[in-house]
């Protein structure tokens, strides 16, 4: 699905990053990062541009390759991989921040994916999490130009990242009604729950 979506020649989500992700971005000293699910790269790019050393993985080739033409376009450098997140080389305590853009793993797997990538996280580092909440499944039926999953079970909650970052101190996490305004698929009002916590 994701290759099919990707190989569009528009960036299907834009090529300006997250708002949310932007916004928490700023606050912070640039370190390393690593983005998770990244697409097309815009995040990517961003945090590239503000001096970020960024490693960034998906599933998608055709999303690598606009995220690499990307950063390309905008004169950075990013380490994007491909490839399922355990058999990734990624070591314990590499990263500064981690975020999860509407980065939403199968919920099978979710729970322990969650877990691994905080083991990656030094300790005072930062999670930034924006995700599709379960009431965001009425706002699709409404307005299927929203995006998001389709099944509930897919959808995030705040109950869930209480559970699987039990080791971080919560500097911000809400569920809330946004205006996206992202590329072709996020498109109009939604219900998002929003993460950012440091890692003890």
Not at 67 to 77: I, Y
Not at 105 to 117: E, P, T
Not at 161 to 181: A, C, T, W, Y
Request: proline share 3%; hydrophobic share 40%.
């Amino acid at each position: 699905m994701w290759d099919e979506r990707y190989s569009k020649q528009e960036f299907v989500y834009g090529t300006e990053p997250n708002l949310f992700f932007k916004e928490q971005l700023e606050k912070l000293k640039p370190g390393k990062i690593l983005l998770p699910a990244e697409g097309e790269g815009r995040n990517a790019v961003f945090a590239a541009k503000l001096g970020w050393n960024v490693s960034a993985f998906d599933l998608s080739l055709e999303g690598k390759k606009k995220a690499l033409k990307l950063a390309d376009e905008n004169k950075v450098t990013i380490d994007y991989q491909l490839g399922e997140l355990p058999k990734l080389d990624y070591q314990k305590d590499q990263f500064d921040v981690i975020a999860l853009v509407f980065a939403h793993f199968n919920v099978k797997i979710r729970s322990n994916y969650h877990k691994l990538l905080a083991s990656y996280l030094r300790k005072d580092g930062f999670i930034i999490i924006e995700a599709f909440s379960k009431k965001n499944l009425e706002y699709r039926i409404k307005n299927p130009k929203i995006g998001g999953p389709r099944d509930l079970e897919s959808l995030c909650s705040i109950e869930e990242f209480k559970r699987d970052f039990k080791n971080f101190d919560i500097i911000e996490l809400e569920e809330k009604e946004v205006e996206l305004n992202e590329g072709l698929f996020h498109i109009g009002i939604g219900s998002v729950v929003r993460f950012v916590g440091r890692k003890k």
